[in-house]
Nanobody, 124 residues
Framework: AVHLMESGGGSVQSGGSLRLSCGASGDTDRIYCMSWFRQAPGKEPEGVASINIAIGQKYYVDSVKDRFTISQNNSKNTLGLQMSSLRPEDTAVYFC?????????????????RGQGTPVTVSS
């Protein structure tokens, strides 16, 4: 199993920035892709950014391109998400997730393990 824990959420005004972090432990050698998802109240989870752990290829959903940056630190088994130019519609619970079965097709935003999430609130 893979265990994930996020940190770094909070409240910010529109146009501000936040950085999220995720620590991974357990069977991390099995991970092909790590992703950030978000879930707004009353909505389904949405994949926003993912990264192929082996080759570093990154994928973003259109709504966050050029504003969010996903990063990895393999030696520390950590995943980051730098969020800039935040908008009220970015408000959601953000969680990191790990895919151990995709073969590296990270643009599909699949996951088998996820963290509990950290809330991000952007006020106008």
């Amino acid at each position: 199993a893979v265990h994930l824990m996020e940190s770094g959420g909070g409240s910010v005004q529109s146009g501000g920035s936040l950085r999220l972090s995720c620590g991974a432990s357990g069977d991390t050698d099995r991970i092909y892709c790590m992703s950030w998802f978000r879930q707004a109240p009353g909505k389904e989870p949405e994949g926003v950014a993912s990264i192929n752990i082996a080759i570093g290829q990154k994928y973003y959903v259109d709504s966050v391109k050029d504003r969010f940056t996903i990063s990895q630190n393999n030696s520390k088994n950590t995943l980051g998400l730098q969020m800039s130019s935040l908008r009220p519609e970015d408000t959601a619970v953000y969680f990191c997730a790990a895919d151990v079965d995709s073969g590296g097709y990270c643009q599909n935003f699949r996951y088998h393990y996820r963290g509990q999430g950290t809330p991000v609130t952007v006020s106008s």
